[in-house]
Structures are given as C-alpha cells and as structure tokens.
C-alpha cells in the first residue's frame, strides 16, 4: 500500500462512510463489484443513473459503494478526477430537515444551495413522499439546476419511472430525470428478508 492509499484507508474513507447511515456503513461491503463498475462505467460517459427495484433489492447500498468507490478513485488520483465533491440525500429526511429551517431566515434557500453544486449527489428514495405542490417546488429546484449545470445524480426508486412518473404529475421533473440517465433494475430479491 502506498501513501496515498494508507491515507485513504485511515481517513478519508471513513469521511466519506459519514455521509451515510450506520445501517448503510455496515452493509456496504454486501454491493456487488460488477454493479458497481456498471454504475461507474455510466457515470463516467456523464449519465446519470435512477436504480430501481424493490425495498431491500440493494438500491440504497449499490448507490452508496458507487460513489464511495468513485471518492476513493478521486482521492487516488485526483489529476484524473471528474468528481471532487459528494453528497448523499434520503429525500423523506431531507424534506424533514427542510421544513425544521422554516422559522429561519434564509437556511432553507442555504440547505437547499448547499446540494445544488456538489459533483456526485445520490437521491435516495425519490417519490415516496406525498407530492405536494411544495414537495414538487423543491425537487424541480434541485433538480433543474443540476440538470442545467450538467451535475451527475444518481437516483434511487421503488418505482418504476413511468410509475415515479404519474405520482410526480410535474413533467417538467420526470423529463430531466430521465434526460441523459441510464436505468438499472435491481433483482427481485428482497435481502432484508434473506435468511
Ligand atoms: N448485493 C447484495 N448482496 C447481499 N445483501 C445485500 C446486497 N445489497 C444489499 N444487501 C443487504 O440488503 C439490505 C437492504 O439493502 P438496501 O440497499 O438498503 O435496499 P433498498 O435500498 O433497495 O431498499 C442491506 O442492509 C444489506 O444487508
Ligand atoms: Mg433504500
């Protein structure tokens, strides 16, 4: 192991896992390496990708190894590097923590922003809120601006798109989605319940 790896290794990983839940820190090592080189070869050609498949088929776990794998690739050789900044949203929580900066003078519009302009952003679990008019509002804002400043997503759904489709209503939101994405479909296995 070189420097720079043993850097990776006691430090930088574990910054990167800190995005994440505990739950996803422990199981991340469960993704499949060839899925994950699938996610990456896509990202690279500038895709953006929406993973879908049932709860528990390993969607959540899949998008967070991608793009840890991507950081530690970014970290290795950062001359090289396409991706300098990540993010993780579970879209229900993020819309929590948005509506808690409600009394705050401008900390939605910074909560907001502050994921406007990361490199790699993983939206995870998209469409299971109940789609308000203010639920919609947000996601078009988030994800317009991405879409216009050529920011990769990769999204994560237990709907299909044309499902994720009809409960979004907007259009304007499914077609940037769907603008320049690959889809990947997770099996239909349900590892929570695997015994
Ligand atoms: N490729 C895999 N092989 C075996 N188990 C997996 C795999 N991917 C995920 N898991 C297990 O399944 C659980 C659910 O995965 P998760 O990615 O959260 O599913 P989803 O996001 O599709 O609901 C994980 O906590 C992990 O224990
Ligand atoms: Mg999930």
Not at 48 to 72: F, P, R, V
Not at 85 to 105: G, R, Y
Not at 114 to 139: A, M, Q
Request: net charge positive; glycine share 2%; hydrophobic share 35%.
């Amino acid at each position: 192991m070189n420097r720079q790896e043993e850097r990776w290794e006691n430090k930088q990983r574990d910054k990167i896992l800190d995005l994440f839940t505990p739950r996803i820190k422990k199981n991340i090592h469960f993704a499949n390496d060839s899925e994950i080189d699938k996610c990456i070869k896509s990202l690279s050609k500038d895709k953006n990708i929406y993973l879908s498949g049932i709860t528990g088929s390993g969607k959540t776990i899949l998008a967070c190894a991608t793009l840890l794998e991507i950081a530690k690739q970014s970290f290795l050789e950062p001359q090289q590097a396409k991706f300098k900044s990540f993010a993780f949203i579970s879209v229900p929580e993020f819309f929590e923590d948005l509506k808690a900066t409600f009394a705050q003078d401008n900390k939605t519009k910074e909560l907001l922003d502050s994921y406007k302009e990361v490199d790699l952003l993983i939206l995870d679990d998209i469409g299971i809120d109940k789609c308000s008019e203010w639920v919609l509002s947000i996601l078009y804002l988030l994800i317009n601006y991405r879409y216009e400043y050529l920011k990769q997503t990769i999204y994560t759904c237990n709907l299909s798109k044309n499902e994720l489709a009809l409960k979004l209503t907007d259009d304007r939101i499914i077609s940037r989605i769907n603008n320049n994405s690959v889809s990947i479909k997770m099996k239909k296995i349900d590892f929570r319940i695997k015994v």
